[in-house]
């Protein structure tokens, strides 16, 4: 009986225990305005270079990475493997991209799913800004967000705001 009370307890305690880490965070869903996504999709050349210096998204997953004033720190151009420790050490060292779109400009170019507009003034104060560009059956796009969703568990006292912009839904979808 002794046993059972005291792992009854146990049980209880770990159930209504706070996480022992994890980044408190925000998340909004946007949809790039459809003229933009037709207006990009006739843009040739270095995409990747387009992409990380004028916001011209033709491919996904794009992910960008802001800082709390809004300067740019880092950009992911697809995905690959252990792109996680970089972002990381991105966000603790305090690195700024130099050549790297704005996030005002990313916004202006897409709507809420209501089809109003999102500005900079609408994002709430955080440490980090995430800007992931994904579409519909994207398997590496489900693979950045995933990661960047461990990423974020095992950071301590961090306030995020994670921004999906998905390219190719449109307002009722």
């Not at 967000?145 to 839904?169: P, S």
């Amino acid at each position: 009986m002794r046993t059972f009370l005291s792992l009854t307890i146990l049980v209880t305690s770990l159930a209504t225990a706070a996480p022992v880490s994890a980044a408190e965070l925000t998340r909004f869903e946007l949809h790039q305005r459809e003229e933009v996504r037709l207006r990009h999709e006739r843009f040739v050349g270095n995409l990747r270079a387009q992409a990380q210096r004028e916001g011209i998204i033709v491919r996904v997953p794009q992910l960008f990475v802001y800082f709390t004033d809004l300067s740019a720190a880092w950009h992911l151009h697809g995905t690959r493997r252990g792109f996680e420790r970089e972002l990381g050490l991105v966000y603790e060292h305090g690195r700024r991209e130099r050549s790297m779109v704005g996030i005002d400009r990313l916004l202006e170019r897409t709507i809420t799913p209501g089809g109003e507009s999102f500005t900079p003034e609408s994002l709430p104060e955080a440490d980090l800004y995430l800007v992931l560009y994904r579409g519909d059956d994207c398997e590496d796009c489900e693979r950045v967000a995933g990661t960047v969703d461990e990423w974020l568990a095992g950071q301590d006292e961090l306030e995020a705001v994670w921004i999906e912009i998905w390219i190719d839904r449109h307002e009722g979808d």
